[in-house]
């Protein structure tokens, strides 16, 4: 059976709350916002994937 060790290493576990991610199709990259306010916070820009841990809008 898996076990989730070792406890306490700060690692999370589900998605970032209040936060979502978006492509962009002009860009090509993608964009995290806060749901709360609707702001985008950040691109990014490093690589062609998704955010990790970051919930995907429709």
Known sequence: MAKNKPY??????GAVKNRTQVHNPKTG???KR???????????TS????FKGVTKEK
Not at 8 to 13: C, K, L, T
Not at 34 to 44: C, H, L, N
């Open 8 to 13: 306490g290493d700060n690692a999370r576990v």
């Open 29 to 31: 990259l993608w964009v």
């Open 34 to 44: 806060d749901t709360e306010t609707g702001r985008f916070m950040d691109v990014k």
């Open 47 to 50: 690589s062609d994937k998704p």
